[in-house]
């Protein structure tokens, strides 16, 4: 991607459909995007806000993809008073919305159409007044009688009047003909939905026979109108008992309870846009059970083109399992999408059949996130997805529905079960792997642009570090709830690894605060009697030994006997830990003879350091797992190593005769790469052979990652080997341990100078491609994969690494780029 001030961004071709939207009014709708393209050009050149390139994923074409942008990762002003616009080759229609439904505007959405293999280079700028509207394609409103009056629980008299918030008197019940079709509503331009907001609370369908606006003229006229056939469609959902197309509720373990019980009722417009809308219902003092009262809130959104509403719901307390479901209607197909798949990967069940009032064929489906999912199930009148009960209070999912009455719209019908289920496993793919985005905003590179020092690299090891603490650090400790991964803070390695990078940068540069975050978050883990709150030593999990590396440190400088009875605990664990044949580890009980390539780094500088300081200096054990690793990860062809490898042959993922693998995935790389120049540190002088053995591998390693490295940014792609691949990313965690490990083997000589070219270039190449600067002057760390192992669905295939997520400030990235910086600013003090 072009950077600012270097060359003007290449804006590849995007064609006309992609960009105009309505089935009416095409060509002066382009004459007029053209008209405000040539005056956006030259006023505002030099106004540029970002860059944006957005890839396709996937192998079949995305249509009007919702993209959002937030203020904050623009660079910009919380609530950011200008419009903006977006430019391609034309304008794209661009909305402002509150997307986190908290009362403020904090980002704007866009749509695109994107093709198989293609790209798209765009331009964020302010927008100015020759932009033009563009056709209404969502909409959320509710509305009820004003000027009449209330008979019992019926209101007489008065007319209609459309709010923006409505808290519901207490003699609204069902058919009170108050709320105009009886609740708040929904749509885009192909579907609608309707919630009750009574005692019911259903949620029901309008089928649409036309692509504009509808809900504004339903239900004027009483509650019967729109449940017969009219020119723009009908009710076409029989609710009755059940939850509806997507309704929440509580699971009792047998039955679904509906949100009924409850004491007020309130809805809210959040957003009424041409491209996206949403509302809020919040339901005060809901009992789901009589001994259990909690509040509710609920914040359903809708974008263009799309059918799909997402669901967020948050109670203030723990309730137990939510439950999202459809109504269970005889004679129906039901339809169950893949469950053997990684726990972030989206899912979904559906129906299918003559379910539609006007006996039509009718779909309805939920889409949901399988590691949230804790059952499939169904009651008397519902098919059901109970979920987990959440650490945070709160549930996510999206419901949608696809009439075959419906009008000709430009996503093709849906008149079948087969066309139906290939559309919900289209919308999981979408949601599982979202379009890949490269961001490059003005303010942030305006900053990483300046030349790098030794004081330019631990400033922004420093500001990381500040920023992380006011994101999370401090959260991590027992007891608390990590924010990044929404559950309970573990004694585990990214905790452990996050209080290192701050350990080391304290080292180098001494800040109290920093001294502080590691005492208060790995202090609380460990007890006055030495024991470890939250670690169970019986799981034989490796990724529990790298906390410990911390844990050796804080013993070495203040000698309490509670820490040195933390670390002999995982000493001990190390010494029953189940081996390989060969006497490498295995990755956990769970993964019964199976070396990962993350093991290496979880256990083995653990190991070194362990023994230097507090056993026989026995580091045998320390080199069997990297030659097990050097003789059996290792691919002679290319000089990468495979991410796992099954010495049993038993896994999915395991090639029968090797027991590999299939791919090469950079972080795992990296964890063995920052292993190799961390063991270094603790391996005595006289220990020739074996320091030799791994400064043989570093040679060997250190030509194998040039040769893969991104030429243009200096940093790696999530799988090494498939540069160009569909959907492949430059990804942030194994770059930042590429670049930490460049870094620290050049310094302590393991690499010759000539090397500091390839780590200058990678550490630059980490601020221009994944720093992102907010305009609060905190920084986060983008593009890094969430997470990504072997087994339980995850089969180690190309596209299982292409579906795991892709987020920001994972602790992952973090805290190796943290690290990197600190080993690039010895390293230039030495040789700058």
């Given at each position: ?131 033009q509207p563009e056709p209404k394609r969502t909409q959320a409103e509710i509305s009820h009688k004003s000027g009449g009056r209330w008979v019992g629980n019926k209101y007489e008299g008065g007319s209609f009047q459309n709010v923006s918030t409505l ?446 300081l507090r056993g026989q200096g026995d580091f045998e054990e320390v080199l069997a797992e990297f030659r097990v690793v050097r003789e059996k990860l290792r691919d002679p062809r290319t000089g990468l190593y495979f991410h796992g490898w099954d010495e ?185």
């Amino acid at each position: 991607m072009k950077r600012f001030g270097i060359s003007v961004c290449k804006a590849l071709p995007i064609t006309l459909a992609a960009l105009m939207l309505g089935a009416c009014g095409e060509e002066k709708a382009g004459a007029q995007k053209e008209e405000a393209l040539q005056a956006l050009e030259q006023p505002l050149a030099d106004k540029i806000i970002a860059r944006l390139q957005l890839s396709n994923p996937s192998d079949f074409p995305r249509l009007d993809e919702a993209v959002y942008l937030s203020f904050r990762e623009l660079g910009l002003a919380d609530n950011y008073a200008h419009p903006l616009a977006v430019k391609g080759k034309m304008l794209l229609p661009v909305q402002r919305v509150d997307r986190d439904a908290d009362g403020s505007i904090d980002g704007v959405i866009f749509l695109v159409d994107i093709q198989v293999d293609e790209t798209l280079d765009l331009q964020i700028l302010p927008a100015i007044e020759t932009v033009q509207p563009e056709p209404k394609r969502t909409q959320a409103e509710i509305s009820h009688k004003s000027g009449g009056r209330w008979v019992g629980n019926k209101y007489e008299g008065g007319s209609f009047q459309n709010v923006s918030t409505l808290d519901v008197p207490p003699e609204h019940t069902d058919h009170s003909y108050f709320i105009r079709y009886e609740g708040p509503g929904i749509e885009s331009d192909l579907v609608g939905y309707r919630v009750y907001l009574d005692w019911r609370n259903g949620f029901d369908i309008f089928g649409k026979k036309v692509r504009e606006p509808v809900l504004q003229d339903v239900g004027q006229d009483g509650f019967d109108s729109y449940h017969q056939m009219a020119d723009w469609g009908m009710d076409i959902l029989k609710v009755g008992d059940a939850l509806g197309i997507g309704g929440y509720g509580y699971w009792d373990g047998e039955k679904v309870v509906r949100v009924s019980d409850v004491q007020n009722w309130s809805a809210k417009i959040l957003d009424n846009g041409n491209l996206y809308s949403a509302f809020s219902i919040k339901y005060q003092g809901w009992k789901p059970d009589e001994d259990l009262q909690a509040d509710l809130t609920a914040v359903m959104s809708i974008a263009a083109g799309s059918r799909l509403v997402e669901v967020r719901g948050h109670t203030d307390r723990a309730i137990g399992a939510p439950v999202a479901g459809i109504v269970k209607h005889p004679g129906t197909q039901l339809i169950v999408g893949d469950l053997d798949i990684p726990g972030s990967a989206w899912t979904y069940i559906g129906t299918w059949g003559r379910q539609s009032l006007d006996g039509s064929d009718l779909g309805m489906g939920l889409l949901v996130q399988k590691k949230f999912v804790r059952e499939i199930t169904e009651d008397e009148h519902n098919r059901v997805v109970v979920f987990k009960e959440p650490a945070t209070h709160e549930f996510n999912y999206y419901f949608t529905a696809a009439w075959a009455g419906e009008g000709e719209s430009r996503h093709g019908p849906i008149t079948s079960a087969e066309d139906f289920e290939r559309y919900l496993a289209r919308e999981a793919e979408k949601r599982t792997i979202p379009l890949r985005k490269r961001l490059t905003t003005a303010v942030s590179e305006a900053q990483t642009q300046q030349p790098l020092s030794a004081e330019v690299a631990l400033a922004w090891s420093k500001r990381m570090a500040d920023s992380e603490l006011e994101r999370s650090a401090l959260q991590l400790g027992f007891g608390g709830v990590d924010p990044h991964r929404k559950r309970p803070a573990y004694f585990e390695y990214t905790t452990g690894l996050l209080m290192q990078a701050y350990d080391d940068l304290n080292q180098v540069s001494p800040d109290a605060r920093y001294a502080a975050a590691v005492e208060k978050v790995m202090g609380s883990f460990v007890n006055e009697d030495g024991s470890i709150n939250g670690y169970v030593q019986s799981k034989f999990n490796i990724d529990s030994i790298n906390a410990g590396k911390v844990l050796l440190r804080m013993y070495e400088r203040n000698g309490k006997e509670q820490y040195q009875t933390a670390v002999d605990t995982l000493r001990e664990q190390l010494k029953q830990h189940p081996r390989t044949d060969a006497g490498a580890f295995w990755h956990k009980k769970i993964y019964p003879h199976q070396v990962w390539l993350d093991g290496v780094y979880m256990g083995i500088p653990f190991l070194a350091h362990y023994e230097k300081l507090r056993g026989q200096g026995d580091f045998e054990e320390v080199l069997a797992e990297f030659r097990v690793v050097r003789e059996k990860l290792r691919d002679p062809r290319t000089g990468l190593y495979f991410h796992g490898w099954d010495e049993a042959r038993n896994q999915v993922w395991a090639d029968d005769k090797s027991g590999l693998s299939p791919n090469f995935w950079s972080r795992g790389m990296g964890w063995m790469a920052m292993a190799l120049v961390d063991v270094l540190d603790y391996l005595p002088e006289e220990n020739k052979d074996d320091r030799q053995y791994l400064i043989d591998m570093i040679n060997d390693l250190a030509p194998t990652l040039k040769k893969y490295q991104d030429p243009e940014s200096g940093t790696w792609y999530q799988v090494t080997d498939k540069a160009g691949a569909r959907g492949n990313y430059l990804e942030a965690s194994g770059s930042s341990m590429f670049t930490y490990f460049f870094a620290k083997a050049i310094l302590k000589g393991y690499l010759p100078e000539s090397w500091l070219p390839v780590a200058k270039k990678s550490y630059q190449g980490l601020l221009n491609e994944f720093v992102r600067v907010h305009n609060d002057g905190s920084i986060s760390l983008t593009s890094n994969c969430e997470v990504a192992g072997l087994g339980f669905g995850r089969d180690g295939s190309y596209r299982y690494y292409m579906s795991e997520p892709v987020v920001d400030d994972d602790l992952k990235g973090v805290g190796p780029f943290i690290m990197a910086g600190v080993e690039m600013h010895k390293l230039l003090n030495r040789y700058n």
